[in-house]
């Protein structure tokens, strides 16, 4: 019988979907395993090869895992809320909850078409009401939880208001906004906006107006990651920081544990590096400078205070309330402009283009507090708002920015003589004005800084302080596809809805765009209030908030009555193994880290940290195109006059491009908004052409540079690709897709299966292995052994095809041999393991096989492999006992056939012998 994948994978997938083999329990009385991937935003175009690579190695971990006696609960699911279905559903007039569903049904075809083991009655849509009610539950939650310090943990807003009715703001020690102080008296009188508005600052769930990237093109919030050089990624609309009154989670306030959870976590060193700097931590002091001629103070936080005698001058972020209070009448047109221009960039472009100096003097001084001298206060984009204070005291002579920027306004350059051994730091020892360090001199760094921060508290000019530079996320968005908030608003006081009303569904709208005066698109449905005529929120939540919890969800996914039991989630407890992208360890994996341990805190669920271990795959990479627009325009320039106008890089589908030349007519046929599109072409070989940009890159829908796993999976089979993606390279480093080696692998399985059949029969026989065929096994799966938990992948597949060409040499068709074989392969390559087993007799599926013993044994060496000279020149090798003796070794040798060929005819003169070395027969 031939390998016909097509046949088997077709009547495997059946199998395993009819008799819902991978189907978890909680009843189980095996050891308990979750592994989870980060499940995938459903978009129209499918999956690409780059997208299976984490699946695949999730998949074979699952697989091995159950294997070796482990009940294992491997869910999937669809992050199915977000930006591009309700852009498509703009442009094409369809609603996006049908886009969604026709996408999700696409992804299930080509998950299973590639052999996944999941358990589907677990399957998880973040667009389903059935689960975001419980995103809307768990956003009641935090609404009515605020953070205690001195529980160290969130406490009912309950527990909050008894505070404050007993002694007011000062009987309250609370992670909060900022607000004036107020008595248990003054409490009791405040009307109940009034309390509303202060306990706003203490709901872990609050509102507040803060700055967000506003893209009036698209009528929404955008994150940071969907903009670039000042425009959206999608659909390359201008982006603008606007202050805006958006709903916010008070993530700042679990900061010290997000930080101090690390150290428990089998996560990568550069990943907990990565969430560390995010989170960022700082101890320094905060610092206030009186501003000349005002009875204002700005304070000002550093972590090197010892650098405070070079300071020449203030910054300001742009979005400081500071601005307002010191601009003066003559500067305030300059400000104006300068704030109007700053709004057109992202605060992450403002942190990544250190190169580009931007600023403007507020024509205020503000007062040094050690020397008396005046320091000038300007406003610069490079200061953020969000961190510390929003101010930053400037020493040139000792950061770069603050160098950069003094250099590039001719502001003063303070060089510190000495005090905290800081000259080291300095760009120029013998530049600017030399300043004495005073009280600080002939310090270290450390005892200097520990010196000022006392003198800083004994003259009352500030505190010790620890800043994080987490900040609290903005969780709004004026989109249409989306969570609805659960909150109405009862005389304009946010109020949630009863659990009775959840979920609140998305009403129909008759677009899916802001209405005409700018409200969300919710502000577009009939009657978006509550039974008693209340208001809704017109906002809906951002794509992370689906995500956040979605991994409890899968333990429990038909309860009714909770986001997931306490039966459930005492047994499956939290994820062993995470699996995906470390585009992710800034955003979704900080958020979900909060979500949990506010749940934990709530005693809704039993582990603080949601993930215990986590793998990060690399990227397939794949060669992306870009086509240059004209910024403002529809006008598109050729790659080789590009630098003679200002434009946008945009990725272009590689479909439509053939050896880097644009089909400028598909192109305009390849989205809505290019069928207007004009070209400024090149001349080659007297054609006009449009030449694209390339660069190897992620493979990425995003990017336009995919390859279909559908492909694949026709013309080689779903255990090819397994093997192959597995094969191209270590699992946690990126790689470039080549399918040049794909028909090797494809090989490799038909080698195996032809140690099962001859002449379209199966071969296999019982008769006892050898030692050398128990020896070729044992390595294999020694090897396998290693590499498994380690997802060195592609080494095992290695390992492999060695033993399986070494079978072939060896001519086993042995039973006992083939059957531990496939069980060590089946994880990897599954349909064609399960047909194996079949044929082998089992009537049960190879999921419940065993894990094959690995028996040392088997492994020691028992021969010697002799390389055999004649006069001096090795000609072949030969397998010897180690026991055997020189006269024993000298025997075997000269019957042997080999040999006969180089001595036959001729005189043997001499033979020379050493044991477990060589043997050389010397011959006239």
């Known amino acids: 019988m031939s390998y016909n994948f097509q046949e088997i994978e077709t009547k495997w997938q059946k199998y395993w979907n009819d008799n819902q083999t991978f189907k978890a329990h909680e009843s189980s009385s095996k050891p308990k395993y979750y592994i989870l991937d980060m499940f995938p935003y459903p978009s129209g175009a499918g999956l690409h090869v780059g997208h299976p690579l984490g699946y695949i190695a999730s998949d074979i971990y699952t697989r091995f895992k159950r294997l070796e006696g482990y009940n294992v609960l491997h869910p999937m699911g669809y992050d199915a809320f977000g930006l591009p279905a309700e852009q498509y559903a703009i442009q094409t007039g369809r609603h996006p909850a049908d886009t969604t569903r026709e996408n999700i049904a696409r992804y299930r075809e080509q998950l299973d078409k590639i052999g996944f083991s999941y358990d589907w009655n677990r399957e998880v849509q973040t667009c389903d009401p059935k689960y975001y009610k419980w ?29 404050l009715e007993s002694k007011g703001s000062a009987g309250v020690n609370a992670h909060s906004g900022e607000m004036e102080e107020f008595s248990a008296k003054e409490w009791k009188s405040f009307d109940e906006k009034a309390k509303e508005n202060t306990l706003q600052n203490y709901r872990l769930a609050f509102l507040a107006e803060t700055a967000v990237n506003w893209c009036p093109g698209l009528g ?48 990568s060193d550069s990943l907990k590096e990565m969430q560390k700097n995010w989170i960022g931590k700082s101890t320094g ?30 910054v300001l972020a742009p979005e400081s309330d500071y601005v307002s209070l010191v601009t003066t009448d003559e500067q305030r047109a300059a400000v104006e402009q300068y704030l109007e221009d700053t709004k057109k960039r992202s605060e992450r472009d403002r942190l990544a283009d250190v190169k580009r100096v931007t600023g403007v003097f507020t024509g205020a001084y503000c007062i040094h507090p050690f020397t008396g001298k005046d320091i000038p206060i300007w406003i610069g984009d490079y200061v953020l708002g969000g961190y510390g204070t929003g101010a930053v005291m400037a020493v040139p002579a000792h950061d ?64 010790k302080q620890t800043n994080y530079r987490l900040r609290d996320a903005i969780f709004s968005r004026q989109r249409y596809w989306g969570e609805p908030f659960p909150i109405y608003f009862k005389d304009g006081v946010p109020t949630p809805l009863s659990m009775d009303d959840l979920p609140l569904q998305l009403p129909e709208v008759d677009k899916f765009l802001p209405t005409e005066d700018g409200q969300p698109p919710l502000g577009r449905a009939e009657n978006w209030t509550t039974k008693d005529g209340h208001p809704l929120e017109m906002s809906t939540m951002p794509g992370f908030a689906g995500s956040s919890a979605y991994y409890l969800r899968y333990m429990d996914p038909h309860n009714e009555e909770g986001l997931v039991s306490k039966d459930a989630n005492n047994y499956w407890q939290d994820v062993d193994l995470y699996i995906g992208g470390a585009e992710h360890a800034t955003g979704h994996l900080i958020y979900s880290r909060y979500w949990n341990k506010f749940l934990f805190d709530i005693g809704y669920v039993c582990k603080e940290e949601p993930f215990k271990r986590l793998v990060n795959q690399g ?5 992306s195109n870009f086509v240059y627009r004209l910024k403002g325009k529809n006008e598109f320039v050729s790659l080789g006059l590009k630098d003679q106008y200002d434009t946008q890089e945009i990725h272009v589908d590689v479909n439509i491009v053939h050896n880097d030349q644009l089909d400028m007519d598909a192109f305009k046929a390849w989205r809505p908004e290019f069928k207007d599109a004009t070209f400024i072409t090149e001349s080659v070989d007297g054609k006009d052409v449009y030449n694209c940009g390339y660069a190897v890159e ?70 006892a292995p050898s030692a050398d065929e128990l020896k070729v096994l044992h390595t294999c799966i020694k090897k396998v052994n290693e590499d498994i938990d380690t997802f060195s992948f592609n080494t095992s597949i290695s390992a492999f095809m060695i033993c399986v060409n070494d079978l072939s040499k060896l001519k086993c068709h042995k039973k006992d041999i083939l059957n531990d074989l496939i069980i060590l392969l089946s994880p990897f390559a599954p349909h064609f393991c399960e047909e194996l087993w079949q044929e082998l007799g089992h009537s049960e599926s190879i999921t419940f096989a065993s894990m094959p013993e690995l028996n040392e044994s088997y492994l020691v060496e028992s021969t010697h492999k002799y390389p055999i000279s004649v006069n001096g020149k090795m000609r072949f090798l030969m397998d010897i006992s180690l026991d055997a003796s020189k006269e024993e070794i000298e025997k075997l ?22 044991p477990k070395k060589i043997v050389n027969i010397v011959v006239g």
């Open 135 to 163: 995103t809307q539950w768990a956003f009641i939650q935090m609404f009515e939880h605020y953070y205690d310090l001195d529980a160290n943990k969130a406490l009912p807003i309950a527990d909050l208001i008894k505070k």
């Open 220 to 267: 929404t919030v955008l994150a940071n990651d969907e903009v670039k050089d000042g425009l959206s990624v999608r659909g390359s609309h201008p982006v603008e920081q606007k202050k805006m009154q958006q709903w916010c989670l008070r993530v700042s306030a679990y900061a010290p544990r997000l930080l101090d959870g690390l150290d428990e976590l089998n996560w």
């Open 285 to 314: 002091a905060e610092v206030k400078f009186d501003i000349k001629d005002r009875e204002e103070k700005i304070e000002v936080f550093t972590t090197r205070a010892d650098t405070i005698f070079g300071v020449s001058f203030m």
């Open 400 to 463: 770069s920015r603050d160098y950069a920027f003094a250099k590039h306004f001719g502001i003063e350059i303070t060089q510190v003589v000495s005090g905290g051994d800081i000259s080291e730091e300095s760009y120029d020892a013998k530049e600017g004005t030399l300043m004495n360090s005073d009280f600080l001199n002939g310090l270290s760094v450390q005892d200097a800084i520990a010196k000022m921060i006392t003198e800083v508290e004994s003259r009352g000019l500030g505190q």
């Open 619 to 623: 990227m397939i990479q794949g060669r």
């Open 698 to 767: 992620k493979m990425s829908k995003s990017m336009f540079n995919v390859v279909n796993p559908d492909t694949i999976v026709e013309n080689y089979g779903a255990d090819t690709l397994r093997l192959y993606e597995m094969f191209l390279g270590p699992l946690e480093q990126s790689k470039p897709w080549n399918t040049n080696g794909i028909e090797g692998v494809h090989r490799f399985l038909k080698k195996l299966w032809n140690l099962f059949y001859k002449d379209e029969k199966l071969c296999v026989v019982s008769d």
């Open 893 to 914: 040798v000269l019957e042997s056939e080999e040999i006969q060929k180089w001595i036959e005819g001729k005189e043997i003169k001499k033979k020379i012998i050493v």
